[in-house]
């Protein structure tokens, strides 16, 4: 064969391919020489075919080309049906990533709100030092009434003050003084009673902390302290 | 010109069903991670990270949702 025949007969294998009428590929690699090697494939490669794991047969004809939805959903044969069902899982796994995005979303919004709600009073006398003896607990409520805290009187002229929510889920703590722990009840959770540290038991956080200030023997609150760690 | 697909058999297709399943699962529980993490902060007064991992998250799952179309 000479070189402009073969340029004619390359030439017209690339127009059928490009007009989709082609059934073979391109004849340079389709030779009995070059199969299993790279770039040679199949002369059906493109074409439809039946798959070995498609097993059973749909009693109408019509239903193979084109089967309904409730066919390709609930297969017979088991890879098929292995397939739709990992399909199926990602679907759901999607899904939950969705719920995790939403969640985010959330935290975003209540942010938003934290951020525009008014500031907490800036100063509030909460007790007196001669109403808590050392050793002595007193209760009291800040920055607002649903907020219950609890104040501590360590030494002389040692207060602390926290939140009484326990940071696992919002359980009252009790101030064990003698053992120098504020004990969670509902599920066995400890904080450090000098510094409001979660020290053992389910609760992530330490607990919150209400600065405080002394003027006299007055005792003031001047503020919440959040912490991620002690 | 018109690009043809060449014809996946079904175990094919299931193999890289099984890949989008293993990617997509640790992107989810990356979302996972982030959502507790950025809600121990939060609860914590710490709102510095609430918004990039608010960001974080939804490509994540950009990023799940657009493997869907391989499926």
């Given at each position: 064969m000479t070189g402009s025949k073969m340029d004619r007969g390359e030439l017209s294998d690339i127009q059928q391919e490009e007009e989709g009428t082609g059934g073979s590929i391109d004849v340079r690699l389709d030779e009995a020489a070059r199969r299993g090697l790279t770039g040679t494939a199949r002369a059906d490669v493109y074409e439809p075919t039946r798959d070995p794991d498609d097993i059973s047969r749909a009693p109408d004809p019509a239903d193979e080309l084109d089967p309904p939805r409730w066919r390709r959903d609930f297969p017979i044969d088991w890879p098929k049906d292995e397939f739709v069902a990992r399909r199926d899982f990602a679907k759901f796994l999607v899904l939950t990533s969705c719920a995790f995005a939403a969640g985010q979303g959330w935290i975003a919004a209540q942010h938003l709100v934290r951020h525009r709600r008014p500031a907490p009073p800036a100063r509030v006398k909460i007790a007196s030092m001669r109403d808590v003896p050392v050793g002595g607990v007193e209760t009291f409520s800040y920055p607002?009434?649903?907020d219950r805290c609890v104040l501590v009187r360590l030494a002389e002229g040692e207060l602390v003050a926290f939140n009484?929510?326990?940071?696992?889920?919002s359980c009252a703590v009790i101030p064990k003084v003698a053992e120098g722990v504020f004990l969670c009840p509902c599920h066995e959770g400890y904080f450090d009673l000098r510094t409001g540290k979660n020290i053992a038991g389910p609760p992530p956080r330490p607990l919150v902390r209400i600065l405080l200030e002394t003027e006299g023997d007055d005792v003031y609150a001047i503020g919440v302290e959040e912490r991620t760690v002690a | 010109m018109t690009t043809r697909k060449p014809h996946l058999t079904r175990a094919q297709r299931t193999t890289i069903v099984n890949g989008i399943v293993c990617f997509v699962l640790v992107l989810v529980l990356l979302q996972l991670w982030l959502l507790t993490a950025t809600m121990n902060a939060f609860l914590g007064g710490d709102t510095s990270v609430v918004l990039p991992a608010l960001g974080a998250s939804l490509v994540c799952l950009a990023l799940s949702a657009g493997l869907l179309r391989y499926i």
């Open positions: 607002t009434d649903r009484q929510a326990c940071t696992h889920l | -």
